[in-house]
Each structure stands twice: as structure tokens, then as C-alpha cells.
């Protein structure tokens, strides 16, 4: 499809004034919803980045980049795993000479328009940090700007991403417990869509197979939204004769949650079961017991991260980069072989 260079271009596909086209990717004036849409489409069907934001990305103008995260930026605060890898991205990007940009979520509200950093033209990349659902990545990468995927990644879209892992971390979290004799094991996550969770997932039953150990007697547990209704799940099984021993939990968060709520119901950590996390958080050496997990270089990856994205913005057309960091078993006091 023919790429678009002015908006008289856009004004006479749309079939609209040069004013209203302006109007509209600059959010002034009195536009429809429907000519706005219509506008945007269009945009992104023909490579078009408004407001001059491909101008600004030619000559270096910005040395800003825009950083996004899933649901909101204003989780990555009180997320101390997000906020590590923050740190050493702002670093690095600093030592470059950029800035970041947070952005709200008009996107996320109003997906048929570019970000609003975007349409104004500030940045010269965005960064996704965390889960964003594929549907919202493939419409970023639409609008034709250097994106990063940090800490997750999505399939058959090309995308730079850097994350950890996952899939062997759930393998030989599954290695460690079957050497503790552990038979029966249970997997849980959250059911939105995260691809680190659907990573571990297979990493996990492809373990479970690997070890010879019965399909139903290890389960993936993934039909929940809030913690207490995983739990519900999870009393369910262990209300079973062959009740698992060993838990594994998608993030230490989730993990330590879970801890919590057995521990209410007077089930012993590690005596009664065993729990392992993901991520290394400072969460996961403040419970009792303290919890085993899978340790993550946070720092390493906001490196990675932010030196992946200047390379995207110094050169568009230089091949993708997918980077998988390795992973480290850490083993606390929440793990130990099952009773007989």
C-alpha cells in the first residue's frame, strides 16, 4: 500500500478538509468520532505519523522516548520488580542523552488513535513494559514507530523484546521438586492475557511430562482473576485424596498470597506444602517462611532493554532482536520433601 506524506493526502482519502484532518490528529476543533476514526485508520493503513512525529524521528528533534505499561503506569510504582527494571533503564538512557516520557492510557481507551505522545510528535520510540494484550501491541506497531517489547513478548509480531527465561525456569523449578520427591504439583497464574505466564505454563507441563508425572495430578490452574478465587480453586484440590504437595506461583506475588491464605487454613509452608515464586521480590523474604523463587536480572534487563530500543531508533531497518535472559533458582525455607 502506498505510503502517505502529507495530510492533503489523508484529506482527500478521507474525503474531508486539510483543516479537519489537522484538527483531528492534533485532538482540536470539533470532529466527529466517526471522521476521527476514519482518519486514523487511514494513518495507519497508509504508514502516515502525524503531527510531523517522522520529521522529529529523522532529524533527532525529541531524544525522548514514551514508555507504556499495562493497565496503567501508575502500577509501575507500587511494583518493585517494574521499578528495578525502571531504574536501570533510566539510567542507561540517560547516559545516552534521552529522557522517558510516561504515557496515560488514551491508547488502551481509544485504540483507533495513536498515543498522544504519539500524535503530538514527541517521541522517537515507545517501550510496552509488562503485559499487553497482542491486539494493542499489533495497533503500536501499526503506527510505524521503533517499539520494544520489556519483559514480555508476543508471537509472529516482529518486535524487539527483552525478557527472562521463563519457560526453562519452570523446567527446572519442576527438576528441583521431583528430586525432593514431589509427584504431585500444581501451576498457577492469573487468567488475563500475559505471555511470561503462558511461557512458564509450557515450561511447566512440558516438565511434568519430561518427569513421568500424571497429567491430573499436575495441574495448571488459570481460570481465575482475583488471588481468592485461585485459592477457592486450589481448596478444591487439596480437598482431594491425591492432593498436590507443591505449588508453584506465576510471581512471588501470587505466590506469597496463596502462602498466606494456606496458612490461614492452618496448612504448614513447607511442612503441609511447598511453594516456589517467580521474580526474586522483596516480597518474597518477608513472609515466614521466606519464600523459594526464581531470581531475574532486573537491572540487566532495563540495560538490555533501553540499549535494544537506540539501536531500533539509530537504525528502523536493522534485523529484530529477541533476548531471553537467563534465570537462577534461589531456595529459601518455603520449599522441603513432601510427607509421606
Do not use: W
Amino acid at each position: 500500500m502506498q505510503r502517505i506524506t502529507s495530510i492533503k493526502e489523508i484529506a482527500k482519502l478521507a474525503n474531508c478538509s486539510i483543516a479537519t484532518v489537522s484538527n483531528a490528529l492534533n485532538n482540536k476543533g470539533r470532529v466527529s468520532q466517526e471522521i476521527r476514526e476514519k482518519i486514523f485508520e487511514i494513518c495507519k493503513q497508509h504508514g502516515y505519523l502525524p503531527n510531523s512525529a517522522g520529521r522529529n524521528l529523522r532529524r533527532r528533534q525529541n531524544e525522548i522516548v514514551g514508555l507504556m505499561f499495562y493497565p496503567s503506569c501508575s502500577a509501575i510504582f507500587s511494583n518493585v520488580f517494574y521499578a528495578k527494571i525502571m531504574e536501570s533503564l533510566e539510567a542507561t538512557m540517560e547516559a545516552h542523552g534521552y529522557d522517558i516520557l510516561l504515557s496515560g492510557t488514551d491508547f488502551l481507551k481509544n485504540p483507533t488513535e495513536p498515543p498522544r505522545f504519539m500524535r503530538q510528535g514527541k517521541v522517537d520510540g515507545i517501550i510496552l513494559l509488562g503485559g499487553f494484550p497482542q491486539k494493542a501491541v499489533s495497533d503500536l506497531h501499526s503506527f510505524g514507530l521503533p517499539l520494544l517489547f520489556l519483559d514480555n513478548h508476543v508471537e509472529n509480531l516482529p518486535v524487539d523484546n527483552v525478557t527472562s527465561d521463563g519457560f526453562n525456569a519452570s523446567e527446572l523449578i519442576v527438576e528441583h521438586l521431583v528430586k525432593l520427591g514431589h509427584r504431585r504439583i500444581v501451576y498457577m497464574a492469573h487468567s488475563h492475557e500475559d505471555a511470561n505466564a503462558s511461557v512458564r505454563e509450557a515450561g511447566f507441563l512440558k516438565a511434568v511430562i519430561k518427569h513421568g508425572l500424571n497429567p491430573e495430578e499436575c495441574p495448571s490452574l488459570r481460570d481465575f482473576y482475583h488471588t481468592s478465587d485461585g485459592y477457592e480453586r486450589l481448596r478444591e484440590l487439596l480437598a482431594k485424596s491425591n492432593a498436590a504437595t507443591a505449588l508453584i506461583g506465576v510471581n512471588d506475588t501470587l505466590a506469597v498470597e496463596l502462602m498466606e491464605c494456606l496458612q490461614d487454613d492452618g496448612i504448614r509452608v513447607p511442612e503441609d506444602m511447598t511453594i516456589f515464586g517467580f521474580n526474586d521480590d522483596t516480597d518474597s523474604v518477608r513472609t515466614t517462611p521466606k519464600l523459594s523463587t526464581v531470581r531475574i536480572e532486573k537491572g540487566k534487563m532495563g540495560l538490555l532493554g533501553a540499549e535494544t530500543i537506540l539501536k531500533r531508533i539509530e537504525d528502523p531497518d536493522t534485523g529484530y532482536t529477541s533476548i531471553r535472559l537467563p534465570v537462577e533458582l534461589v531456595h529459601r525455607e518455603s520449599e522441603a520433601p513432601p510427607r509421606l
